[in-house]
């Protein structure tokens, strides 16, 4: 598998409009320290889906019929976005999975245009994309929420945005089935509190601890942990890396 960040940002990543903090600055000076909404493309051979559908330009990243599936970790806006404009479109349908969620956001399901949702991520229950294995796995946030597991015949990966610290029946599932990599929420800088809905750089650590996947990418990001990892550039022991936008991996 080859996965490919298309945003590694928070709702508050850099550049935040108005801000002038060294991130925001450096990320307003130069294009590639900027950071859109966390989404992934997920490719094994031909075939290719997405997580999470924040960026609002995947009209134009996707022509009509490369495209066929998007998983999503939940119904906030910034990682629905992208869906409003791709719903008009004509002469072709696209999956849509997420969690259950009978709000959804604004009127995506009463009126979804080419979108299927008629697919449901039901917790650790597994789920065929194309040739890739996927299950999805609860995550806490303030929505309904999943992060997911994906495992081809040769690679294991699980992408966990959108959440504070795991819950117990995850972490179980993650020890049992040791992702190679771990994609993981790291929203703030080390906080004195254990921050509602995302993980701060501690609670993220303590994951990969707990965990010991080979690789850790951190995602989801505001302006200020870029601005700390600035003022602490070796903050991060061996084996975890901050992800960036347009950055790939291998699997």
Known sequence: MQVTFLGTGAATAAPLYGCTCPACSLAQAQPERRRGPASCLVQLGSEQFLIDAGMQDLKERFAPGTLKDILLTHYHMDHVQGLFGLRWG??????????????????????????????TAEEYEGFKVGSVEVIPLTL??????????????RSTFA?????????????????SVCPKVLVLDAAYPPQTKRPRNHNDLTGALEIFDALKPEKLYLTHLDHELDQWLLEHPDALPKGVEVAWDRMTIQL
């Open 90 to 119: 004509t002469n072709t349908k696209i999956q849509v999975t997420g969690p259950k969620d009978p709000n959804g956001c604004d009127d995506l399901f009463k009126h979804p245009g080419i979108l299927d949702f008629s697919h």
């Open 159 to 175: 992408y966990l945005s959108d959440t504070s610290g795991l819950p117990p029946e995850t972490y179980v599932f993650l020890r």
């Open 140 to 153: 806490t946030h303030s929505k309904p929420t999943v992060g997911y597991f994906c495992q081809s015949h």
